[in-house]
């Protein structure tokens, strides 16, 4: 398959310092690609980078665009969705209001409609909670609000980060089962920033092992796993 996302000797960081050294790696389209790695390794810098969201240089092409240089909303329009980590709810707004926010950039009302009623099949509990504060949900709840918001930009490509940071079990099974059929039947492009390595690995057809800014090892799933490092590390046996 084509490389949606291709990303090639990028650096970034805050302030004067780097956190990434020249990294590289691709998402294909259709894909799913998982980056692993421990705290403070670099992934969430790596997501922030790739949206425009740091400082940041080197090569990072979306589809046929350059986007390195282009600006956050820029990318946005491209079809480049991000989770942040932290879940970025809008509080005060509704359920509701906060998934409006997702669909800001089209124009399509049609079409917004229709996303607003598949991403209340996908998250029913969201649909009972339309009118309900966003700021009184669960942590779960908020976690499928900000995937459903970042799905209704109607993206070629959803960036996620930690997914299942403090939620429940069940919940994080839902979601992941929610990401699988987004991928394989809406044909969106995941790229997942995942501390559960298992969940990641299970989801992913690519994935990339981070360290201190770099990637130390990146390729199929299926390679990844047989890895020692990863198997010891992440996996457990």
Known sequence: MPALLEVSDLCAGYGAADVLDRIAFTVEEGGV???LGANGAGKTTLLRAVCGLIRRRGKVRFGTEAIETRATEDIVRLGLAHAPDGRGTFLQLTTEENLRVGA???RDRAGVAEDMAKVYRYFPRLKERRQQQAGTLSGGEQQMLAIARALMLRPRLLV???PSFGLAPLVVQDIFSIMRTVNREDRVSILLVEQNAKLALDLADRAYLLETGRVIRGGP?????????VRRSYLGY
């Not at 799933?221 to 490092?229: G, K, N």
């Open 33 to 35: 690609t998982a980056v």
């Open 104 to 106: 800001l950039t089209r």
């Open 160 to 162: 996620l980060d930690e």
């Open 221 to 229: 799933v299926a390679e990844i796993r047989d890895d020692e490092t």
